[in-house]
């Protein structure tokens, strides 16, 4: 019977996007500003767009969000995203307008393949299309989609995608009903 060996594990094919010295800027700006109680929106969002990600208008990050790299995201007009979410984005996040990421939230781009003995890196986009509510705690695994409307319930785990106006609820999380808005 085969054994993981994390002695073989590599992943020099992947690239997060960006040189060694933004890579080390971000880490400290992200520790300073962003995985802390710093409350001023506006310089978030500045400093989010110096650092290469395209963020649109009347946005809100919370204090206590982590985001691995700006320059692999994506946010609409009018997007909420909730205290101590996580983006881990090792592939490209984009999040929809309208969307809001509740509080302890993870979008999470990589995984391993736990099939293989070397415990290969697997890494995949997330889409959260317009008016996606991503509930609290949550998560959002690679290469899921979730499509215009969609929730995901508190507590859940998108594991593929999510159909628009539907609510989604568990682990794996499964279709319960529709979303209406009113």
């Known amino acids: 019977m085969q054994k993981t060996d994390l002695s073989q594990f590599n992943n020099s094919w992947y690239g997060p996007g960006a040189n060694p010295v ?25 400093l989010l767009r110096l650092f290469g990600a395209k963020v649109g208008k009347a946005v809100v990050v919370k204090p206590h969000v982590n985001i691995k790299y700006p320059w692999k995201l994506s946010i609409g007009d009018h997007v909420w995203i909730g205290e101590y979410a996580w983006i ?36 995949g986009a997330i889409t959260l299309e317009e008016g996606v509510w991503i509930g609290a705690r949550s998560t959002v695994c690679p290469g899921v ?33 529709e979303r209406i808005i009113e």
């Open 22 to 46: 933004k890579r080390f800027l971000w880490y400290f700006t992200n520790a300073a500003f962003f995985n802390s109680a710093f409350p001023v929106n506006g310089f978030k969002i500045l």
């Open 88 to 123: 881990d984005n090792l592939a490209d996040v984009s999040i929809g307008n309208n969307a809001c990421i509740s509080q302890g939230a993870l979008l999470l781009c990589g995984n391993h393949n736990y099939k293989k003995s070397s415990f290969d890196l697997i890494v």
């Open 145 to 177: 989609k979730c499509h215009s409307h969609a929730v995901l319930s508190a507590g859940s785990v998108a594991t593929s995608n999510l159909d628009a106006y539907a609510v989604y609820q568990g682990n794996p999380a499964k279709k319960t009903r």
